[in-house]
């Protein structure tokens, strides 16, 4: 409707052109769509057969046992219930390894079992809280949608964006626990939390370090090599766990590969709408005439604006996860998707979770209507996230 009404304000202010050009954006956005699902197929396909051998091996459960003993400590509340530790940590393992398919059950189920205990049923646990502000931070160590997207839109090197994303979605993880603990009176400084925080930050801190020393071409190739390779690993581990575990091989994968088809072709109605809208507000000039206000605000502090470009999908990342994919995709196809602006977007879409649909999902599903402080400590991880998603391509990419 905004762009409707936007367009017939240009139309009477003597912009005979609008009216045709936005409904020419509306055609072809609807097609664009159309591509992006057909072109994500074959490597969805690829990816869920992969993600099946993972699950069907047990591999997500031996994740599942090693990030334990951390979760114990950051959920005490669980500690007195053993048996609700199991949902949590193979919903969160899931997460990790990126499959998306399984988390999301997972993690009904996880909530179900922490709910098991909860003597108010109306009001969202500590361990129920610290669990949501875990999902919606976004714990993901393989973004591999985000560089199945990148890979379908082209980009010379789709894992590029590896190291500035795994930034990203830490420091939206370290600040959601971090405040989250502060609130819940949680002593982070145990020895066990303080080795695995440290360990994990100083392999951050050397990627750093080491983009630091290189021109922004050898920064972004570092990136690039480093996502790779550790792709490769992932994906031979998969195959190894698979066959460590007797499986057939290829019936699994086929399993698995089946409903990745069968989700590229789900995906498209979404697609259509939200990159319909997003198309309309650009023809129209609405989007630009936003775009260049916060442009000239940044400018008058002197700071680089170029950020600017990928904002709308920090904008919308919290709210809707289909609107800031299209918003990464739009932007990916303006300015280009090895662009400053389209690579910032793929890392900003991988650095957090969409906050409320987690919030209204998760809590919804348990009958939970007072939430407490889980939003706002969902929506600082997701600033936390955002932030550092700029920075980070800054470093590799500016």
């Not at 626990?177 to 400084?189: E, H, N």
């Not at 490769?232 to 998969?238: D, H, K, S």
Request: some cysteine; aromatic content about 6%; glycine content about 10%.
């Amino acid at each position: 409707m905004l762009a409707v009404l936007v367009a017939l304000v240009q139309l009477f202010a003597g912009d005979q052109d609008v009216a045709s050009a936005t409904i020419q954006a509306m055609f072809s956005a609807a097609d664009l769509a159309v591509e992006v699902c057909l072109g994500l197929i074959g490597v969805l396909t690829l990816w869920s057969g992969l993600f099946r051998l993972a699950e069907r091996s047990q591999l997500a459960d031996r994740v599942a046992l090693a990030v334990a003993p951390v979760l114990g400590r950051l959920m005490p509340g669980v500690g007195h219930h053993p048996e609700t530790l199991g949902p949590v940590t193979m919903n969160l393992s899931a997460n990790m390894l990126g499959l998306d398919n399984a988390a999301t059950p997972l993690g009904l189920k996880a909530m179900e079992a922490l709910q098991k205990h909860n003597p108010k049923p109306d009001t969202a646990t500590d361990s129920q809280i610290m669990f949501l502000v875990m999902n919606t931070s976004s714990v993901t160590l393989l973004p591999v949608t985000v560089m199945m997207y990148r890979a379908q839109q082209g980009a010379a090197n789709p894992a590029d964006i590896y190291l500035p994303l795994l930034m990203a979605t830490t420091a939206s993880t370290f600040v959601g626990v971090w405040l989250t603990a502060r609130l819940q009176g949680i002593r982070l400084s145990h020895p066990l939390i303080m080795a695995v925080a440290a360990a994990w930050l100083g392999l951050l801190g050397l990627g750093a370090v080491a983009a630091l020393a290189m021109p922004g071409a050898d920064a972004a190739r570092f990136s690039g090599v480093a996502g790779s390779v550790i792709l490769l690993l992932v994906v031979a581990t998969f195959i190894g766990a698979g066959l460590r575990a007797g499986l057939n091989i290829y019936d699994t994968f086929i399993e698995g590969a089946s409903e990745g088809f069968q989700m590229a072709i789900k995906l498209i109605p979404y697609l259509v709408a939200m990159l319909v809208l997003i198309a309309m507000l650009r023809a129209c000039g609405a989007l630009d005439l936003l775009l260049e206000g916060v442009r000239w605000l940044v400018a008058l502090t002197g700071a680089d604006s170029r950020f600017v470009d990928a904002l709308p999908v920090a904008l919308l990342k919290p709210l809707s996860g289909s609107g800031a994919r299209a918003m990464m995709i739009e932007v990916m196809q303006t300015h280009g998707v090895d662009s400053l602006a389209g690579r910032m977007a793929a890392v900003m879409q991988g650095s957090t979770e969409t906050t409320l649909y987690v919030l209204a999902v998760y809590f919804g599903s348990s009958g939970i209507v007072r939430i407490r402080y889980a939003l706002w400590c969902g929506l600082a991880a997701d600033i936390a996230g955002l932030c550092t998603a700029v920075l980070a391509s800054y470093l590799f990419f500016g």
